[in-house]
């Protein structure tokens, strides 16, 4: 959740090939495959993704596959990508007063693919597209559905904002420098672009959204309690999550544009402030991935996470092949959580600041936040087909409930 400093002088070398409207555009094509990718594997297991987010299923036999029609989106907002940047290097040539000059060419993509939303091209997935468009915009202001309406849909969706924060943060710098006079998109990164404070708002919207819904949850269970919802706590404990998230935004803010002494503290302070606040907000988000989100024993009590019923730390019902594949995705969400480590190694504690860096820190994010999806829907799989339907539960029973119940939103 920290927000990176710009460190670098000059137009640095993986920016004259990848400029940042196209690293941008990278991420967001790339989850496009990444979602057809979970409706593929997770349909191979049985799971009724659609179902879950209550999408419309399929009218006949004939009709393509939720996860094939997600492929052939990805494909056709794909090619132009290849097509564009292909154009930009034959332009370019890797010279920097060409690469600052054309930043025409990225913003276009940038454009194009937002126009291809709302393109109506049956064919490209219209009823998807738009599902996914009132869903976003239902989402955007911390709404969510109803229990029967989609609501799993948009939690998932937002959950999915809060891995794209920084990349969010990158486009709102991309269109404040092609818009502002004299700038260019494709020059250095001007991430203090539009007010020192403006990047890291946007990085905090996607965690507002989801502290919002987390609210909502709460007072809709203390108007309308159940014997299985219990009084909320769940709900107050995630959005706890997400709040913890603020700090480290805002120290990060800190630390890459204010003087320590202003606000009456030392580098070092300031520095280990952060440092304390990202630590909470990494491994009380590590926890809630696998206590809460993934229904996984490996922090409940010994009797619960010994049970013969089911393999150490993980739970009765499964659906992933091997045991070994849980144990993974554990290790991964771990290390892929506690990247801002690398800030503490004296070889690498420059790496977040490197525009490749950033890069490769926004990818992994995405990376994680994919691999999440799986085990995630398959939780609310479980959930739904091996206890009571859900009623009003968001998350499972916060007091430790394994097999209690508790719709992901991207284009289908």
């Given at each position: 959740?920290?927000?990176?400093?710009?460190?670098?002088?000059?137009?640095?070398?993986?920016?004259?090939?990848?400029p940042?409207p196209?690293?941008?555009?990278?991420?967001?094509v790339?989850?496009?495959?990444?979602?057809?990718l979970?409706?593929?594997?997770?349909?191979?297991?049985?799971?009724?993704v659609?179902?879950?987010?209550?999408?419309?299923?399929?009218?006949?036999?004939?009709?393509?596959p939720?996860?094939q029609?997600t492929?052939?989106?990805?494909?056709?907002?794909?090619?132009?990508?290849?097509v564009?940047i292909?154009f930009f290097?034959?332009?370019?040539?890797?010279?920097?007063?060409?690469?600052?000059?054309?930043?025409?060419?990225?913003?276009?993509?940038?454009?194009?693919?937002?126009?291809?939303?709302?393109?109506?091209?049956?064919?490209?997935?219209?009823?998807?597209?738009?599902?996914?468009?009132t869903?976003?915009k239902?989402?955007?202001?911390?709404?969510?559905a109803?229990?029967?309406n989609?609501?799993?849909?948009d939690?998932?969706?937002?959950?999915?904002?809060?891995?794209?924060?920084?990349v969010?943060?990158?486009?709102?710098?991309?269109?404040?420098m092609f818009?502002?006079?004299g700038?260019?998109?494709?020059?250095?990164?001007?991430?203090?672009?539009g007010?020192a404070?403006?990047?890291p708002?946007?990085?905090?919207?996607?965690?507002?959204?989801?502290?919002?819904?987390?609210?909502?949850?709460?007072q809709r269970?203390?108007?309308?309690?159940?014997?299985?919802?219990?009084?909320?706590?769940?709900?107050?404990?995630?959005?706890?999550?997400?709040?913890?998230?603020?700090p480290?935004?805002?120290?990060?803010?800190?630390?890459?544009g204010?003087?320590?002494?202003?606000?009456g503290m030392s580098?070092a302070g300031?520095?280990?402030?952060w440092?304390?606040?990202?630590?909470?907000?990494?491994?009380?988000?590590?926890?809630?991935?696998?206590?809460?989100?993934?229904?996984?024993?490996?922090?409940?009590?010994?009797?619960v996470?010994?049970?013969?019923?089911h393999?150490?730390?993980?739970?009765r019902?499964?659906?992933?092949?091997?045991?070994e594949?849980?144990?993974?995705?554990i290790?991964?969400?771990?290390?892929?959580?506690?990247t801002?480590?690398?800030?503490?190694?004296?070889?690498l504690?420059?790496?977040?600041?490197?525009?490749?860096?950033?890069?490769?820190?926004?990818?992994?994010?995405?990376?994680?936040?994919?691999?999440?999806i799986?085990?995630?829907?398959?939780?609310?799989?479980v959930?739904?087909?091996?206890?009571?339907?859900?009623?009003?539960?968001?998350?499972?029973?916060?007091?430790?409930?394994?097999?209690?119940?508790s719709?992901?939103?991207?284009p289908k």
């Open positions: 959740m920290e927000q990176d400093p710009n460190v670098e002088t000059g137009l640095d070398t993986f920016s004259l090939i990848l940042l196209y690293r941008i555009a990278v991420i967001f790339l989850g496009v495959w990444a979602w057809g979970n409706l593929h594997y997770l349909s191979i297991l049985k799971i009724d659609p179902a879950l987010i209550k999408y419309h299923t399929r009218v006949s036999s004939s009709t393509p939720h996860h029609r492929y052939r989106l990805a494909a056709t907002v794909t090619l132009p990508l290849i564009s292909l290097w034959l332009i370019t040539h890797g010279q920097s007063s060409l690469v600052i000059t054309w930043d025409i060419l990225p913003q276009s993509f940038l454009f194009l693919l937002a126009v291809f939303f709302f393109i109506p091209i049956h064919r490209l997935s219209r009823a998807g597209r738009y599902r996914f468009l869903t976003l239902r989402v955007s202001i911390g709404g969510i109803e229990a029967d989609g609501k799993f849909g939690i998932l969706l937002a959950d999915v904002l809060t891995s794209y924060a920084k969010l943060g990158d486009l709102f710098v991309s269109i404040c818009i502002s006079p700038v260019s998109s494709t020059d250095k990164p001007d991430r203090s672009c007010g404070y403006m990047v708002l946007i990085i905090s919207i996607p965690s507002l959204i989801r502290l919002r819904q987390c609210l909502i949850e709460f269970v203390r108007k309308h309690p159940t014997s299985s919802s219990g009084w909320g706590g769940q709900h107050l404990a995630n959005a706890l999550k997400y709040s913890s998230a603020f480290v935004i805002i120290l990060s803010a800190l630390q890459r204010t003087n320590p002494n202003d606000i580098e300031l520095f280990r402030l440092l304390f606040f990202v630590f909470l907000n990494s491994f009380y988000s590590f926890y809630w991935d696998v206590a809460k989100d993934w229904d996984l024993t490996l922090f409940s009590p010994a009797s996470r010994n049970n013969p019923e393999p150490w730390g993980l739970r019902h499964t659906h992933f092949h091997t045991k594949m849980y144990y993974g995705a290790v991964i969400d771990l290390m892929l959580r506690c801002w480590s690398f800030k503490l190694s004296p070889h504690d420059h790496f977040n600041d490197l525009e490749g860096g950033i890069f490769v820190m926004e990818f992994l994010e995405v990376l994680r936040r994919w691999m999440w799986f085990f995630r829907v398959e939780t609310e799989w959930r739904t087909n091996r206890g009571p339907l859900p009623d009003d539960i968001l998350l499972g029973d916060f007091n430790g409930g394994i097999d209690s119940p719709s992901p939103d991207f």
